[in-house]
């Protein structure tokens, strides 16, 4: 097997009756705000939440009778994971997934929900991958790799055959990548049905896995980091998903945590859909101006939803905070009855709401008799924090805001 357009064909062939056509909407707010026409592939709605359904399911077909009866392992983050365990289930085939330690416990509970066996292992997909070969080795089961198999890579692709159906005269397409199966299918797929077509791809700024391969001449495996986008943290690009990325692709560039976490509280709070950290990278990178687009018609792919609920709390919070809609003030008071309720007052005719107060009398270099009061406030943006800051001084406290 090899990656091609016939072959990505194929693919949705075989899997077309099994995966959501996901839809591929214009976004006017997006669009206003990155200069581009920003059209959002939403493959977080696949039943799994992510896009690893379609090269799971592709090879999963394509497995002979004898490996069915053994069934299958995987080592996954997460979406991969599930994916499988959610196909080989679905058609009566064993299936082990092996997870990192750290894997949010949304994806674990997701992956045993759908029938698979679940074994944590190791502090990141390397480790597991690791533990995930040597069990294939030991019980004879086939191994299902998450993005360095053609069957994959091309199963990956039918999101570019349904881009080309869904936007007429698309124009560039920005494409997240981990180990690189799924650009490599989307851009096989795009640019063998129309070379003028730009892609694009996007890596977490802590593992550039793709980009040091690019420059190296060949994968190296990177240290392991931490990062939000979890789904694509890849410390080792694939070795068959390389040359189809120096083949096709036009351009990769990174984004940090805070734009990706930057990128989900916008999908959410504009677009009102739900994105993981690896399925708002490339939206990232267009709100951050870091591509040489340019006003082109452009599908961006937000390809996974399964994000850990306590992570996405904190995303909002800090997203509030930097925002201005969020601040945190700290008010000397003379520790007499009624201070309070005069800064309260102050506070009440600004329109701030408190969400958060906390007194002391110890620390901070406060004098005897004073008190020192961290607030919390919920307000409306910069400007009405100004408007806060100009009132308290009017009026004689002595204050500061707390980063």
């Not at 979406?79 to 365990?85: E, K, P, S």
Request: glycine residues 10%; aromatic residues 4%.
């Amino acid at each position: 097997m090899e990656v091609s357009l016939a072959e990505i064909k194929q693919a949705e062939q075989r899997i077309r009756d099994f995966i959501y056509f996901s839809p591929c909407q214009l976004s006017a707010d997006l669009s206003e705000m990155t200069g581009q026409q920003v059209y959002l592939k939403l493959d977080n709605l696949q039943r799994t939440g992510a896009f690893k359904e379609r090269g799971a399911l592709n090879r999963i077909l394509l497995l002979t009778e004898g490996e069915k009866q053994r069934g299958v392992v995987a080592a996954s983050a997460g979406n991969h994971a599930q994916a499988v365990a959610y196909h080989a289930t679905q058609r009566g085939i064993r299936a082990r997934i092996v997870m990192p330690l750290m894997t949010p416990l949304v994806k674990i509970s997701a992956t045993r929900g759908f029938g698979a066996e679940v074994i944590l292992h190791g502090s990141n997909y390397d480790e597991a991958c690791d533990e995930a070969l040597r069990l294939c080795l030991l019980d004879g089961m086939t191994f299902l790799h998450p993005f360095d198999d053609y069957a994959v890579i091309n199963g990956q692709g039918t999101i570019g055959l349904e881009l080309l159906e869904q936007v007429p005269g698309l124009e560039a397409v920005v494409v997240p990548i981990g180990g690189g199966g799924l650009i490599s299918g989307v851009a096989c797929a795009l640019k063998e049905s129309n070379p003028a077509i730009r892609v694009v791809g996007v890596q977490t700024e802590r593992l550039p896995s793709m980009l040091r391969a690019i420059a190296n001449g060949g994968p190296i495996t990177l240290p392991a980091e931490a990062t939000i986008a979890d789904g694509i943290a890849v410390r080792r690009a694939g070795e068959l998903t390389l040359p189809q990325v120096e083949r096709f692709v036009d351009e990769i560039v990174t984004v940090d945590e805070e734009e990706i976490a930057n990128a989900i509280m916008l999908l959410l709070e504009k677009e009102k859909t739900l994105a993981e950290g690896a399925g708002a990278v490339a939206l990232a990178a267009l709100l951050q101006k870091k591509t040489s687009l340019h006003g082109e018609r452009t599908a961006v792919l937000v390809c996974g939803g399964n994000i850990d609920v306590s992570l996405l709390a904190r995303i909002i919070e800090r997203g509030l905070v930097k925002d201005g809609r969020r601040v945190r003030i700290r008010v000397h008071l003379a520790d007499r009855p009624g201070a309070l309720h005069q800064l309260t007052k102050i506070l009440s005719d600004q329109r701030a709401n408190i969400v958060e107060t906390l007194h002391n009398r110890a620390y901070y270099g406060v004098n005897l008799g004073d008190t020192v009061i961290d607030i919390t406030l919920e307000t409306r943006g910069a400007a009405h924090i100004t408007a806060i800051a100009n009132a308290l001084e009017m009026e004689g406290y002595r204050y500061e805001r707390i980063q």
